[in-house]
């Protein structure tokens, strides 16, 4: 009899030891196979937009005369033009409000034909889809070219036949072909939230960054390096780009502006085709200018300073207004909840966001250095970026500065909760799959995300990796 109850509780034991194993079996299972779930933009109010908050009254003055111009529409007979991708900054930095990125409707496929404009819309370009600028990596004579191919022209659009020099007519880029040739990338708007903090992080801690050689870091195999302002000696090692100058840039996908004046200026000539003292010549297409009626319709450069202006926030070109408003934008404001999804969620979320690694290039804080305005100095920018360039195997095969064809800048995550579009080319409107889409250095860390990394302890359960993706959204 007692036999019998010793097989008995031996058979029973033998079968919850079973149990469990193929419980674990299929926990760890799930947790290898489970994609975590993008809850899409957040919503509520914006979380940018705003002025900092201790600006003096003319500082606020000059703030809201940079947003009017960062908003403003240009037409043809303000400089837009002979190519250009948008007639405003407002309409391609307007998610989740101005001086962020995409907004749920491309502004481009109307633009195609504003003002009696006769351009075709590019298959690149949807209503639905993220604001685009076309690059070519290489030239027909197989040379490297990565510049940008404006999309659009004022042929045909109101002020552009005036006579003389006109009329205008000019041919769109042959995209068809060179689509067809695997030889056009794309860029999305940067968004430009907290960009004043970002300019004035002292160049010390951005190669601290790349200094820094943690376990860590070494473990993961991440590097980074920082972009430097443009070619010609040696720092640390490194070829800068001016030898007179010598600083890091810090603004654009690969990190190849240096400020917020050159980002403004660069943007308005690339952009809306409007001359400026900074960039002063007509861009042309394909190295050759364009015909004389079409660059001369102004006077150059169409964006001077206004001399004559009466009062103080009026007499800036519009390169130094945009700067202006870029510089006194606040950093974007995360949430503690949203939705259904609760603080310990979000407070877990960061937690998994630093045991998978994402924090070695994302880094979370840098703080401002000692500058004249109040407003910047000594702030913490909680960018969630080193501001280095980093190979993350999504290269696009354009170099620009020393950011090689591979590399991108860690890109800067706050606001990124209320994004529409990810990575340079907004290829994606999931983060998810935008995390998923990170390879070269970044490979162990997505790696540790879905619960695959090389060390157990660093791979992330299937609640931590929703709570990731609830953090990144709470941001």
């Known amino acids: 009899m007692n036999m019998n109850r010793r097989l008995v509780a031996s058979s029973l034991l033998a079968g919850s030891v079973a149990a469990l194993f193929l ?31 201790n600006l003096t009254t003319n500082q606020l003055k000059f703030f809201d005369s940079g947003a009017a111009d960062f908003a403003a529409a240009e037409e043809v007979d303000e400089g837009l033009g002979p190519r250009m991708n948008l007639d405003s900054c407002g309409g391609c930095h307007i998610q989740p409000a101005l001086g962020g990125t ?3 409707v491309n502004p481009q496929v109307a633009f195609a034909t504003k003002n009696g404009g006769t351009d075709k819309v590019p298959s690149f370009i949807r209503e639905n889809g993220p604001v685009r600028e076309a690059r070519f990596v290489k030239n027909p004579d197989g040379t490297a070219d990565g510049g940008v191919h404006a999309i659009f022209t004022i042929t045909g659009r109101t002020g552009a036949n005036v006579s003389p020099p006109g009329p205008c007519t000019l041919a769109q880029p042959d995209f068809a072909t060179q689509l067809a040739n695997n030889n056009v ?24 960054n790349q200094a820094s050689n943690t376990s860590r870091k070494q473990s993961l195999g991440i590097r980074g390096k920082p972009n430097f302002h443009v070619a010609g000696r040696t720092i640390t090692g490194m070829t800068n780009n001016n030898g007179n100058d010598g600083t890091i840039a810090r603004f654009g996908w690969k990190a190849q502006n240096k400020s917020l004046v050159i980002f403004s200026g660069e943007a308005y000539n690339v952009e809306m085709g409007v001359t400026n003292e900074l960039f002063p010549d007509e861009r ?29 926030q009026q007499i800036p070109d519009d390169a130094n207004n945009f700067a202006n408003f870029m510089r ?9 909840s949203y939705g259904s999804v609760t603080n310990d969620q979000i407070t877990a979320g960061e937690a998994a966001f630093n045991k998978a690694g ?3 290039c994302h880094k979370k804080s840098m703080t401002t250095g000692n500058h004249a305005n109040a407003a910047l100095r000594y702030k913490a920018a909680n960018l969630f970026s080193d501001l280095l360039v980093h190979d993350i195997g999504t290269g696009d095969g354009i170099s620009q500065g020393l950011a090689n064809g591979s590399q991108f800048r860690s890109a800067p995550l706050w606001g990124v909760g209320q994004r529409l579009f990810f990575l340079h080319d907004g290829r994606t409107d999931n983060l998810v799959d935008a995390i998923n889409a990170h390879g070269g250095e970044a490979t162990p860390v997505t790696r540790n995300f879905n619960g695959t990394g090389p060390n157990f302890a660093n791979r992330l359960t299937t609640t931590e990796r929703q709570n990731l993706v609830y953090f990144l959204r709470s941001l």
């Open 328 to 336: 006194f934008l606040d950093a974007p404001t995360p949430v503690s």
């Open 185 to 208: 990338i794309f860029r999305i708007p940067t968004p430009t939230f907290g960009a004043g903090l970002i300019e004035q992080i002292p160049d010390a801690q951005i190669l601290a």
């Open 358 to 360: 994402c924090n070695v």
């Open 284 to 312: 042309g297409e394909n190295g050759a200018p364009d015909p004389v009626a079409c660059r001369q319709v102004l006077t150059a450069p169409q964006d001077t300073v206004h001399y004559e202006g009466s009062q103080a």
């Open 23 to 53: 419980s674990q079996i299929e926990t760890a299972s799930s947790q290898f196979n489970f994609n975590a779930s993008d809850p899409g933009v957040r919503g509520g109010a914006a979380g940018g937009g705003k002025p900092f908050a």
């Open 102 to 104: 995409s907004p749920f």
